[in-house]
């Protein structure tokens, strides 16, 4: 069993060499900016998702950018406009499979844009007596059945975006440990449904 240990981290070591061999064989890694602070505000980049259409959607805490590749659009919260960011400063971004994107922000909630009407939705988590995490943002992901979880400073929330109704998770059979820390940093959905949560007591 060690010498089988041994062998698949040798392989694992050889693999990784193998494969920075190979880029680093093909030239020097070339990097390019794209953008200043005219295109991205404070040039401070929080997030970036690319969704369907090719779209590079850049959280930033000024609002939000769409690069299509030669232009960059800004979208921005504006006071007593219901179609705007519900808070300009971006946490995360979400590209949902019906193509809507999702934005995390860090005090002001959810907003969803639907790129095809060019208008916001709005999910104030700090009003739903079920939750227990308010609007402080930190992750969000989905499955293509559109059942949304979002994690915030405090907790692990359930949000169904048809009836807007929002479960506040207590708690996790079988992760007690990991799930004492109220406040998951990150998720991820893999291809089988299953949620992964990053916490400060692990995985």
């Not at 971006?90 to 909630?109: E, H, L, M, Q, Y």
């Not at 844009?113 to 402080?136: C, I, K, Y």
């Amino acid at each position: 069993m060690r010498t089988l240990v041994i062998l698949i981290i040798a392989l694992l070591a050889m693999g990784k060499h193998a494969i920075a061999a190979s880029i680093f064989a093909q030239g020097d890694l070339y990097f390019e900016s794209v953008a200043d602070h005219r295109d991205i505000p404070d040039g401070i980049v929080t997030s970036l998702v690319q969704d369907s259409q090719g779209f590079i959607w850049i959280g930033t805490q000024q609002g939000a950018v769409r690069y299509d590749g030669y232009q960059f659009t800004p979208f921005r919260h504006t006071p007593g406009d219901r179609n705007s960011l519900a808070g300009n400063y971006i946490r995360t971004i979400w590209n949902a499979p019906d193509g809507k994107i999702w934005f995390g922000t860090f005090s002001d909630g959810i907003s969803v844009l639907n790129p095809a009407t060019n208008r916001f939705e709005h999910f104030d988590l700090s009003q739903d007596s079920d939750s227990r995490n308010g609007n402080s943002i930190r992750a969000i992901v989905g499955e293509a059945s559109q059942r949304v979880w979002v994690a915030t400073n405090q907790g692990l929330n359930y949000l169904n975006p048809y009836s807007k109704e929002t479960v506040a998770i207590t708690a996790i059979n079988g992760c007690e440990t990991v799930y004492q820390d109220k406040g998951p940093r990150s998720l991820f959905m893999d291809t089988s449904q299953g949620l992964w949560l990053g916490t400060q007591n692990g995985l």
